[in-house]
């Protein structure tokens, strides 16, 4: 599986990024609010999205799992585990697009990849973040069991204005029990 894998869910299929899959991106990158919190170019061209897919595809290997997020065959958006083998923990990471915000499609991707790294990669924790103003991605962290562990401040720059993020975490006994 671990370079091939698809993820299905109630709603979404969780692939590999392919060439394909630039249009869909370019739709839902291209939207100044989506990116508000994300360190992408604004405004997100076709070369930003063909340049995406790509490292997304050149990528893929044994610790980095970049897939799609695809929902009637549309891709609408992506999500991420990056494992950190010698320590045994993934750091998770996702995005939407707006048009499917709200619907509960973000959790129902995160909580597919945690259960994934747990099961699959026999991860002892994942973590991830958001900006602190990023109200909507740390709700997904806990709704899929992660606790806040810290705040880092000044940690991060978007369009040259520095960012503080919320730290989660889920360890394997908490997962096992949510």
Same mark, same amino acid.
């Given at each position: 599986m671990k370079n091939h894998e698809i993820i299905r869910?109630?709603?979404?299929?969780?692939?590999? $990024?392919? $060439?394909?899959?630039?249009d869909d991106v370019l739709a839902y990158a291209s939207d100044p609010e989506w990116s508000r919190f994300l360190p992408v170019p604004s405004p997100?061209?076709?070369?930003d999205a063909e340049e995406f897919v790509a490292r997304n595809i050149l990528r893929h290997? @044994? @610790?980095?799992?970049?897939?799609?997020?695809?929902?009637? &065959?549309r891709v609408i958006g992506g999500i991420g585990l990056r494992l950190e083998a010698p320590? #045994?923990?993934? #750091?998770l990471h996702y995005s939407i697009s707006r048009d499917h915000w709200n619907q509960?499609?973000?959790?129902?991707?995160?909580?597919?990849?945690?259960?994934?790294? /747990?099961?699959? /990669?026999e991860l002892e924790k994942v973590y991830s973040w958001a900006?602190?103003? &990023?109200?909507? #991605?740390?709700?997904v962290m806990e709704k899929i069991g992660m606790t806040r562990e810290g705040t880092f401040r000044s940690h991060g720059v978007n369009r040259g204005v520095r960012q503080d993020f919320h730290y989660y975490g889920v360890l394997r006994e908490e997962w096992e029990c949510h």
């Open positions: 869910t109630k709603r979404l299929i969780l692939r590999p $990024f392919a $060439f394909t899959d630039v997100y061209t076709i070369k290997r @044994d @610790d980095e799992h970049g897939l799609a997020i695809e929902m009637g &065959n320590i #045994s923990i993934g #750091s509960g499609l973000t959790t129902e991707a995160a909580q597919a990849v945690i259960d994934w790294g /747990f099961t699959e /990669f900006d602190v103003e &990023n109200v909507g #991605s740390w709700r």
